[in-house]
């Protein structure tokens, strides 16, 4: 059964740093989004993204953060300089459609720890 | 309450009992979907029930919407071991948007007894 792929499974990084969470949704799936789950709390959106450009952002989802889709079968997070408080689980999930019908499979996230 | 914000929190019951966990929401829905999520584990997909529709069945899950008191129920019946984890319902608004993103609750954790 095809599922959403992350990596790295983990990551620690030093504070101020560049680091790049990467996915491959679903194949056939056109709509592409990044959560982020801090240890204990809610999972909380982030960023949806639909041909080519962001569809909807979450107030968390400031300048230091970017997403790409640089080919056909990858998206990536990017957090330009990375905080104490960016540390968590980072999860990816596609959909094939929005709206009424919109199944979001998720990813198995990428646990990212900032030190 | 907030968006999606599931009850009781924690829940723990024998294996061969039903389990049932509930979730309240405030604004107005496309869909709603349940998860699972083991212990810092990625997050299953298990069932979306749309704004028009009462109930769904999948397996040994039921799941209900009430879009008139805005709340949901999940049902496992027949629980077993392998059913511990936490499980979250996730809001799809109907923002009129584009993709939307889902608002989850926090969840409940769910323990089965051998």
């Known amino acids: 059964e095809p599922e959403v792929t992350q990596t790295p499974s983990h990551q620690v990084t030093q504070m101020g740093q560049e680091v790049i969470l990467r996915c491959v949704p679903i194949s056939n799936h056109l709509y592409f989004y990044w959560y982020r789950q801090i240890l204990g709390q809610k999972v909380e959106f982030l960023v949806s993204?639909?041909?080519?450009?962001?569809?909807?952002k979450s107030e968390i989802f400031d300048d230091q953060f970017s997403v790409e889709r640089p080919d056909g079968s990858n998206f990536t997070l990017k957090i330009r300089s990375t905080k104490l408080e960016d540390s968590a689980m980072y999860f990816c999930?596609?959909?094939?459609?929005?709206?009424?019908?919109?199944?979001?499979?998720f990813g198995p996230g990428t646990r990212l720890t900032v030190l | 309450s907030q968006q999606g914000e599931e009850d009781p929190q924690a829940l723990s019951i024998q294996e061969g009992e039903n389990a049932t966990m509930n979730c309240s929401y405030k604004?107005?829905?496309?869909?709603l979907q349940w998860y699972r999520q083991n212990s810092g584990r990625g997050l299953v997909h298990l069932i979306l029930i749309r704004s028009n529709e009462r109930e769904k069945h999948s397996g040994r899950l039921r799941v209900t919407l009430d879009t008139s008191k805005k709340s949901s129920s999940l049902l496992i019946t027949a629980s077993r071991a392998a059913d511990t984890a936490s499980y979250f319902c996730a809001t799809d608004e109907n923002s009129g948007g584009g993709a939307d993103g889902l608002t989850f609750g926090k969840g409940t954790h769910l323990i089965i007894q051998p």
């Open positions: 993204f639909y041909n080519n450009e962001i569809s909807e």
């Open positions: 604004t107005s829905i496309n869909n």
């Open positions: 999930a596609s959909s094939v459609t929005s709206g009424v019908y919109s199944e979001q499979f």
